[in-house]
């Protein structure tokens, strides 16, 4: 078993900057993937960014160059570093990974990009 805990959403205004965190309650392996995924109002839950048991790192299209997703595995923790913010990704953001086959998510974070 292991608990994810997301924090640092919040209310940023267009083009700003957030960056969330998601620490789990015990140690996780660098071989277990890990990712965000985002929920807005009326939409279906949709990756945003993950990191892949190998390593390499993957973006949805409407993000690359914004987004970066990064892990400290030292502190149990993923990142989620969000710039040039966009209306369009106020959402619930979760933070998930897979330990034995088994998906583990957190209960998100919500993240709104308004003037």
């Known amino acids: 078993q292991v608990q994810l805990v997301e924090s640092g959403g919040g209310l940023v205004q267009p083009g700003g900057s957030l960056r969330l965190s998601c620490e789990a309650s015990?140690?996780?392996?660098?071989?277990?993937?890990m990712g965000w995924y985002r929920q807005a109002p009326g939409k279906q839950r949709e990756l945003v960014a993950r990191?892949?048991?190998?390593?390499?790192?993957n973006y949805a299209d409407s993000v690359k160059g914004r987004f970066t997703i990064a892990r400290d595995n030292a502190k149990n923790t993923v990142y989620l570093n969000m710039n040039s913010l966009k209306p369009e990704d106020t959402a619930v953001y979760y933070c998930?990974?897979?330990?034995?086959?088994?998906?583990?998510w957190g209960q998100g974070t919500q993240v709104t990009v308004s003037s």
């Open positions: 990191i892949t048991r190998g390593g390499s790192t």
């Open positions: 998930t990974t897979t330990i034995n086959a088994r998906d583990y």
């Open positions: 015990r140690s996780i392996s660098s071989r277990s993937p």
